[in-house]
């Protein structure tokens, strides 16, 4: 039982009918020391039914309790009063498909690319000049922003907590800071209607052809469009791992695909009706990555729309996420209190001179970018899943 924690001190031994309630409602006392009061009472009486549960104390004994005044009270309590958990909470899936990167302060941070003269070289005749080759310079820019909520508490719901439910106030900050940078994550490839529109268009050929609904051969469609993109030179770029994002409402059939034994298919060229039976290849190919969020940024399409994304360690990745150099993970803090108590004694001082409260602060510094003009584009593809 969750309630034989709150109090360490109390010994097993405590656990008697008269220690259970002897000298009750002979003192009123104040609010602290009657909720730390029921406490105690609450832990002597939740070994007692352990004992009684495991044989140690015969179930007489239960009986005779359950017929004074406030065992019934205290039973009701041990069995009934519970804080339920969280929610599980989903891990950041960003990572495998989007760079990361630290800045040194808030101002904007620019990320350069230099293209040109990497295609192959010319023939060069005898005594014939060299051709000059030509660079270009390309720049994204973005910057980091500061986020954050504070939780305050009253004195007499902090006294009142019996079951310490707000000590879960910091993990609660905490775990808002990390969803708050996987949603921001997310608004980086998707919007309103589908595929963001700054990433994906049909002037960068980077939109499955028809939007196709993810399929087999959908993701055949899409595999070749990445393929086939260029560099500033016409030369082909070495795409290797390649991640799948869906919603969840297209996870099952994500997953029957990739995760199929062989793969069966008509041959090109070959007599009518012939089909090739080959082992699934895509399961080494294709790293799947589950966002819940697509379907709650993207009001139209959220739920049919699907992405690849080559590696982000390929050099030149489709979105980059920046963190604030030391401060790249969620920072917690507690109001510092700001009075004392005159003569000293009843415990430590938490609490504010003003009104007596406490409070919390999670504070998070993340940006991100769509690097367009710097070649992002060729490292992704899209489709709304709509056939259009």
């Not at 909520?149 to 993990?171: G, K, Q, T, V, Y």
């Amino acid at each position: 039982m969750d309630v034989l924690e709150l109090v360490e001190s109390i010994d097993a031994s405590e656990a008697s009918v008269a220690n259970l309630f002897g000298g009750e409602g002979r003192k009123a006392g104040d609010a602290v020391k009657r909720v730390k009061e029921h406490k105690k009472k609450l832990v002597v009486a939740g070994r007692f039914l352990q004992e009684v549960y495991s044989g140690e104390r015969p179930m007489y004994h239960l009986k005779e309790a359950m017929s004074t005044s406030d065992f019934p009270t205290l039973f009701a309590d041990i069995l009934d009063r519970q804080t339920l958990g969280f929610y599980k909470e989903i891990p950041p899936v960003w990572q495998a498909f989007i760079g990361r990167t630290v800045v040194p302060d808030f101002r904007p941070v620019r990320r350069t690319a230099l293209d040109g003269a990497e295609q192959a070289l010319p023939e060069v005749d005898e005594l014939e000049e060299y051709p000059e080759g030509k660079v270009q310079p390309t720049e994204d820019e973005f910057h980091v922003r500061k986020y954050g909520r504070r939780l305050d508490l009253s004195w007499e719901a902090w006294i009142n907590d019996d079951l310490d439910r707000f000590r879960s106030f910091p993990e609660r900050l905490a775990r808002a800071a990390r969803r708050s940078e996987m949603k921001l994550a997310t608004e980086l490839y998707i919007g309103p209607k589908g595929p963001h529109e700054e990433l994906y268009d049909a002037k960068y050929g980077n939109i499955v052809t028809k939007n196709p609904p993810l399929s087999l051969e959908g993701l055949q469609t899409a595999l070749t469009t990445l393929n086939e993109a260029v560099d500033e030179d016409g030369e082909p770029i070495a795409i290797d791992m390649v991640t799948l994002v869906v919603p969840p409402a297209l996870e099952v059939i994500a997953e029957n695909i990739l995760n199929a034994t062989q793969i069966l298919m008509t041959t090109e060229g070959g007599s009518e009706g012939q089909r090739l039976e080959a082992r699934n290849w895509m399961s080494n190919r294709f790293n799947l990555v589950v966002d819940p969020y697509l379907p709650h940024i993207a009001g139209e399409n959220g739920n049919t729309s699907w992405f690849l994304f080559a590696s982000p360690n390929t050099g030149r990745p489709a979105l980059q996420m920046g963190f604030l150099r030391g401060y790249e993970t969620p920072g917690l803090y507690e109001r510092i209190p700001n009075q004392r108590r005159v003569g000293g004694g009843g415990g430590e001082v938490v609490e504010s001179f003003e009104d007596d409260s406490r409070a919390w602060k999670v504070r998070h510094v993340a940006g991100g970018a769509r690097l367009v003009n710097t070649g992002g584009t060729k490292a992704t593809v899209a489709s709304n899943g709509t056939g259009k």
